[in-house]
């Protein structure tokens, strides 16, 4: 008896602290909004879905190329299931194709696999793990496939690219690495004659 005498006063102090309690209003989570195919008094014919303005430009992508979530279309979505079937890179390896790659590779691959990608970018001099070099025999021979795999998946410490690297922009990096391979390990025989020219001109010549 005593004790339930004793925690009637404790019983009411927390129900009055309960009482004050009320759930916090989160604006960008509680936004004011219409549910998908909800009606809508605001518009004439009280539908709460609007078409696009004309000249709408879509944004993202997707397999709905026909909604009002901006998808870019059916024909990009083909070209990304293309180009993540192929085992070769698809692509005619160009000019624009590489200048494309080494612009992704100098946003998403260099800070660790370094400008020539020798595996000794800045973030591991800061001492994150060092990636295998390009330009080691095993890199070298494998496959294109492997070096795609790779970006889209991960490997080791390398998180997956999958979400921010698009599959075309995969392949186009795929082909700078093997530029990177070549400009690394071509034969000076190789070289234009105006470049091999250059190269025999500097100290200690060609190899």
């Known amino acids: 008896m005593k004790t339930s005498v004793c925690l009637l006063p404790l019983l009411g102090l927390l129900s009055s602290l309960l009482s004050g309690c009320e759930r916090a209003k989160q604006d960008m989570y509680d936004q004011p909004r219409y549910k998908t195919f909800s009606a809508a008094k605001l518009f004439p014919d009280g539908a709460s879905a609007r078409t696009p303005p004309p000249g709408t ?8 190329a026909d909604s009002t979530g901006g998808r870019a279309g059916a024909q990009a979505v083909q070209a990304d299931l293309a180009a993540e079937r192929a085992q070769t890179n698809p692509y005619p390896v160009d000019l624009r194709l590489l200048e494309r790659g080494r612009d992704r590779y100098m946003i998403y691959c260099m800070p660790c696999h370094s400008p020539v ?9 800061r001492g994150f793990p060092a990636p295998p070099s390009y330009h080691q025999e095993r ?5 294109d496939r492997h070096l795609y ?3 889209t998946q991960g490997y080791g410490v390398m998180v997956p690219y999958a979400d921010r690297v698009e599959p075309a922009d995969r392949w ?3 082909a700078f690495i093997r530029a990177l391979q070549l400009s690394q390990n071509a034969p000076a025989d ?3 004659p105006a470049l091999k020219a250059r190269l025999d001109a500097q100290p200690g010549g060609a190899p």
Not at 57 to 64: T, W
Not at 117 to 125: A, E, S
Not at 139 to 143: C, S, V
């Open 57 to 64: 430009q879509p944004r993202a992508r997707g397999a709905f």
């Open 117 to 125: 990608g020798d595996g000794d970018g800045l973030v591991v001099r």
């Open 139 to 143: 890199l070298r021979k494998a496959p």
């Open 149 to 151: 795999d790779v970006i």
């Open 172 to 174: 186009a990096i795929v």
């Open 190 to 192: 190789s070289l234009p």
